[in-house]
Nanobody
Framework: QVQLVESGGGLVQAGGSLRLSCAAS????????MGWFRQAPGKEREFVAA????????YYADSVKGRFTISRDNAKNTVYLQMNSLKPEDTAVYYC?????????????????????WGQGTQVTVSS
């Protein structure tokens, strides 16, 4: 089991930027794909972005492609989500997640969403 702690959420105006971080502990971070999901009020949790265990490949939801960038630093056991050109519809609680399987790609994680661990979430609010 891995423990995940997100940080970096907050309130930002439309068009602005935020960078989320997720610190992991408890198992070999570099063996697992990592991802970000979000849940807006009254809606189901949805996939945002994922990155392979090595960091070599990434995968994004169409709604954030070109605006958000996922990255990871395996030496720091941390995954990031850089969010640019934010829109009010990006408002949600953002969750960090670790894939349950070892050595998967970002696309595999994003499509199959076989999640082993979730973080507690961090609120992102984008005002118009």
């Amino acid at each position: 089991q891995v423990q995940l702690v997100e940080s970096g959420g907050g309130l930002v105006q439309a068009g602005g930027s935020l960078r989320l971080s997720c610190a992991a502990s408890g198992r070999t971070f570099s063996d697992y794909a990592m991802g970000w999901f979000r849940q807006a009020p009254g809606k189901e949790r949805e996939f945002v972005a994922a990155i392979s265990w090595s960091g070599a490949s990434t995968y994004y939801a169409d709604s954030v492609k070109g605006r958000f960038t996922i990255s990871r630093d395996n030496a720091k056991n941390t995954v990031y989500l850089q969010m640019n050109s934010l829109k009010p519809e990006d408002t949600a609680v953002y969750y960090c997640a670790a894939d349950r399987r070892r050595f998967t790609t970002g696309q595999a994680m994003g499509i199959t969403m076989d999640i082993g661990s979730w973080g507690q979430g961090t609120q992102v609010t984008v005002s118009s």
